[in-house]
């Protein structure tokens, strides 16, 4: 079993002696003593402290969102918050139409025509190199390239591990929170076409509204992490719903933001109770 069993500091004692030492921490005078600030974590006797400001460590099923910063022979180079940069393998998306056949020269000849220098995609981590670099595809039709959107990098540890990860939230938009950190907002597509598989980017103008509600959301997640709450779909929605009482540009004032958090915490106390 993984219980979280509180927060821990440099030099606290962690356990006396209960059990084996993990990641981020050491025995000191026959004592386990935390050697990084944050989360610790123990699984049966294994005791770890999970650090709260980190890379990503990435895990095979991990939803993540990257940015693509180089085009090589049959893979691009992701950029995904982790040690290493991430690797995406031309055989490891859809071709645009869905068509299913292997891939040929000409197929990496045209890879720029898929995904170029720049752009941001959602994959998923389909296993993990022996140096620890990370293998991603996006052979679902919910991974592939994003259009218009705003990124949020936060840290990986904030975000909370759940079933899914892509959230339309009732406000009226969208959201991805990446494991990795990388948060994508974007405005809740209608029905688009499916036949683009994982390549359909839209760029029709985004209306005003969507925009207020994007910068709103963008603001209230720079809020909660500041005060280093976990993230997921209500607390979100909840922390968006607190701060309608402000104007967007006012969410980032320290008091402000204090009073939106308290707030937005107390409703997930209300729904935990």
Known sequence: ADSG???GHPGQVTSLSQGYMGHGTY???DKLTASVAGEVQRVDKLICVRPLKTRFNGEVGDVVVGRITEVQQKRWKV?????LDSVLLLSSVNLPGGELRRRSAEDELTMREYLQEGDLISAEVQSVFSDGALSLHTRSL???KLGQGVLVQLSPSLIKRQKTHFHNLPCGASIILGNNGFVWLYPTPGQQEEEAGGFYTSLEPVSLSDREVISRLR???LALSAHKVLLYDTSVLYCYESSLQHQVK?????EVMEEIV????????EQEG
């Open 219 to 221: 603001n209230c997640l």
């Open 262 to 269: 308290m707030l937005t915490q107390q409703k997930l106390l």
């Open 250 to 254: 006012d969410i980032l004032k320290p």
């Open 79 to 83: 950029e995904t918050n982790s040690r």
């Open 142 to 144: 919910k991974y592939g």
């Open 5 to 7: 069993e509180g927060r």
């Open 27 to 29: 025995v000191d005078e």
